[in-house]
């Protein structure tokens, strides 16, 4: 295995040397030499981050796995993905790194706690129905299509933030509330 790797390594050693004669004005090129030839010293500081972060490592897989915590394209869970991937490929991780990297932790099982909590749980089903009934008291309202339309667009992405987060924002509740109001006094004129 060690043969094979020394192998590779050398292949794209000869190959890089041929880039960099080629091209010696690409600032580029010396950024992959340099990439190259830290893969060799990485492999001491995998294994110490290995030893030191064994626990935070898979703790952080579990976390980006989570998608119900945070969906991909997120830029928190993007700065996670880049945390684990420094204590995977062996990147020096300074205090500051490492004081990120337990926050990331404690949030997530606050989180994960959170959502366990019956009181939670129970507000949330009572906001998603709150919602449903605003939804349904637009649809017996008489507004034109594009008037429904476009308030059932909004009333949706609040029932989708309520069933992922739990919560509204207070201006969103107060949306919601100015929402029902106008619908209810809609219905009861009709």
């Known amino acids: 295995m060690v043969t094979i790797i020394r192998i590779v390594f050398y292949n794209i050693y000869i190959e890089i040397k041929k880039l960099i004669k080629n091209n010696e004005n690409n600032p580029w090129i010396y950024q992959i030499l340099f990439v190259r030839s830290s893969e060799m010293r990485n492999k001491k500081y995998i294994e110490e981050n290995e030893k030191k972060y064994g626990k935070r490592i898979k703790q952080l897989k579990h976390i980006i796995n989570d998608l119900e ?3 991909t394209g997120n830029s928190y869970h993007e ?4 945390m684990y991937l420094a204590l ?3 990147r020096k991780i300074t205090p500051k790194m490492e004081s990120s990297i337990t926050k990331i932790v404690k949030v997530y099982t606050k989180w994960l706690n959170k959502t366990k909590d019956p009181k939670f749980l129970e507000n949330k089903n009572i906001l998603l129905n709150k919602i449903t009934m605003v939804r349904n008291m637009l649809e017996q309202a008489p507004y034109t299509s594009n ?3 476009e308030k059932e667009m909004f009333i949706d992405s ?3 933030q309520a069933s992922n987060r739990g919560s ?10 100015k929402m029902y109001k106008q619908y ?6 009709n």
């Open 168 to 177: 509204l924002s207070p201006k969103q509740k107060l949306a919601l509330n």
């Open 88 to 90: 995977v490929h062996g």
């Open 184 to 189: 209810k006094k809609k219905v009861e004129n």
């Open 158 to 160: 609040l029932y989708s």
């Open 69 to 71: 915590y945070l969906p």
């Open 147 to 149: 008037f429904k339309y």
């Open 79 to 82: 700065f996670i993905v880049d």
